[in-house]
């Protein structure tokens, strides 16, 4: 298939030095490229001052930057920090970065809206715009990480705007940039791609041989229920769907991160940690519990805090390990489903 470049970002060090020699320069050229873009981490190629001024000129004419304009960018009060980016077609992203005590992680965004429409999610309504490219994706990681230095982002998750399995080749090129030791050299058990149950992406990441960490977004324990929250579970429902991500574990002796919400009286029963049981005891997999968060357009309501124990104790008994994710950064709408694009 024949990719089209549309930024400096898009190219990984192969590609790069493949295209410097249509300029005629050499292959060490590209490594000090990568130099200044993944370790001085610089926003311009006229900051590249190793670099003769008529490469740079041609960098700048041939592949520029990104757009990634920072348009606003929210604290909140447990340190979660929220940017949104407009791009050079005026379509807005967002991106939360999440401090913890010894670590940093980002939560970057595959795709300008999405189609998916989970009934929880704010980041369906406004619907699909468009696929990010590869260098709109790394450059949500660099934007981020000049943001936050001296410290680095040593964690990325693909659980901001967008269903990364649906724009699959330029997350994936995006993994492997920022995995790369010339690139931002971040684990790629510290990559996480989360997604809502698109199989045909789970059983094409199993071939990639890569660490990455796989999550996806359960949240319902019976068809009918997971239905009425995700409709993408009428296209691959949770036999295909637990059939893929069993198989995906086995094949890649990988563990499975399940995403599930809690919702008040709904998803949180009884009946509903007998399913679980059913389906997650005995094999490689974990379980992650949030609370629904608000958003203006659902009715969804969290449980209290003694039915969220509750639930979890019923799970223990049925041998299923559970931890319950506090949220972070509710207070400027970005905890998990609060994301959209205003
Ligand atoms: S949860 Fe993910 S896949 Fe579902 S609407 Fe939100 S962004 Fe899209």
Known sequence: MSQVFKNILSFSLSELTERLSS????????????????????????SMTSLSKGLRDK?????????????????SQDGTVKFLWSLHDGERIETVLIPMEDHNTLC??????????????????????????????VGQVLNAARAVAPKSITHIVFMGVGEPFDNYDNVLKAARILNAKEGLNIAARRITISTCGVVPGIKRLETEGLQLELSVSLHASNDKVR????????????????????????????????????????????????????????????????ACNPVEEFSYQPPTRAEIEKFLSMLERRGIHATFRTPRGRDIAAACGQLRVS
């Open 227 to 290: 239905s009425q929250l995700m409709p993408v579970n009428r296209k691959y429902p949770l036999k295909e769907l637990l059939g893929a991500c069993r198989n995906y574990a086995k094949e890649t002796n990988r563990q499975v991160t399940f995403e599930y919400i809690l919702i008040k009286d709904l998803t949180c029963t009884e009946q509903a940690a007998n399913e679980l049981q059913g389906h997650l005891r005995g094999w490689l997999c974990k379980l992650n519990l949030i």
């Open 108 to 137: 970057i965004s595959s795709q300008a809206g999405c189609k998916f429409s989970c009934g929880f999610c704010a980041s369906g309504i406004g619907g699909w715009k468009r696929n990010l490219d590869c260098g709109e994706i």
């Open 59 to 75: 960098l700048v004419e041939g592949l520029p930057f990104p757009v990634l304009k920072q348009e606003k960018h929210q604290a």
């Open 23 to 46: 300029f005629g320069e050499s292959a060490y050229r590209a490594k000090q490229i990568f130099d200044w873009l993944y370790v001085k981490k610089v926003s311009d190629v006229r």
